[in-house]
C-alpha cells in the first residue's frame, strides 16, 4: 500500500492508495463510478455501493471512504480542522468536466477552508503513456486553453495528456497551497507487477482501492 507523506503527518487520519494485492478496510464505502461529477455525501455511514458518483465525502469518524482506479487519477483531500475527507475519481473524462475542482468546491461550501486542504494524488497513468487521439485532444484544449502545457502533440494523430498535471492545476486554481499537495509519481501502465492498468489489461484490469479515514 502506498501512503503519501503529507497526510500521514496528520493526526488520526488513515488513508492508502491501492496496489494491487492490497485491500483496503473491510467496511469502506465505494461508489459505482461513473466517470462524472457528482458527489455522495456519506451521513449515516450506511452508503454504499451507489451509482452516478465519482466523489465520495464525510465527515463522520470511523467512516472509511474510497474510489476504484485503474490509470485514473485518484485524489484523497482533507481539510485537518473541520476533519472533512474526500476521495475522488478523475479519469480523463471526470479531469475535462473539472470533477477535482467541483468536489473541492464541495468540500468548502460544507466548511473547509482552502488553505486548509491538504491533497494527495495516487499512481495513475503519467503523461508519457497517456496517448490519445484529436478527439481527446481537442477537448482538454477547448476546455483549458490557459494551460497549453497538459497536453503535447507527438505525432500527426496522437498525443499526450497529463492527466494529473490537470488535476493539479485544478487544485492549484481552487486555492489550494502547492506545498499542500503531494503527487505519488507512479506510473500505473509502466508496473505491471505493482498497479492495475486498464489500458495495458483491458476488461481483465482489475481496480485498486484508494481510500482514507478519521479514527
Ligand atoms: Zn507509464
Not at 492508495?17 to 465505494?30: D, K, S
Not at 455525501?41 to 482506479?69: A, C, H, L, Q, Y
Not at 505491471?192 to 482501492?209: L, T
Request: net charge neutral; with cysteine.
Amino acid at each position: 500500500m502506498i501512503t503519501s507523506k503529507l497526510l500521514s503527518a496528520v493526526a488520526g487520519l488513515e488513508h492508502g492508495f491501492g496496489e494491487r494485492g492490497n485491500l483496503p478496510p473491510q467496511n469502506v464505502i465505494t461508489l459505482r463510478q461513473v466517470h462524472g461529477t457528482q458527489i455522495l455525501m456519506v451521513e449515516t455511514g450506511e452508503e454504499s455501493g451507489e451509482t452516478g458518483f465519482d466523489s465520495v465525502m464525510t465527515r463522520r469518524k470511523n467512516t472509511p471512504i474510497g474510489i476504484k482506479t485503474a490509470d485514473c487519477q485518484s485524489l484523497l483531500a482533507v481539510d485537518p480542522e473541520t476533519q472533512i475527507i474526500a476521495a475522488i475519481h478523475a479519469g480523463w473524462k471526470g479531469t475535462v468536466q473539472r470533477a477535482t475542482e467541483v468536489s473541492l468546491q464541495k468540500m468548502i461550501d460544507v466548511g473547509a477552508k482552502a488553505e486548509r486542504v491538504l491533497v494527495a494524488l495516487g499512481p495513475s497513468m503519467l503523461k508519457s503513456c497517456y496517448e490519445v487521439e484529436g478527439d481527446v485532444a481537442s477537448q482538454f484544449q477547448k476546455e483549458f486553453p490557459e494551460w497549453p502545457e497538459i497536453i503535447e502533440q507527438k505525432s500527426e494523430k496522437k498525443w499526450l495528456l497529463d492527466v494529473a498535471l490537470t488535476n493539479k492545476k485544478q487544485l492549484l486554481k481552487m486555492g489550494i497551497h502547492p506545498q499542500n499537495i503531494d503527487h505519488l509519481e507512479y506510473c500505473t501502465h509502466c508496473y505491471p507487477d505493482r498497479f492495475d492498468s486498464f489500458r495495458r489489461d483491458g476488461d481483465k484490469s482489475g481496480r485498486m482501492v484508494s481510500w482514507m479515514k478519521i479514527l
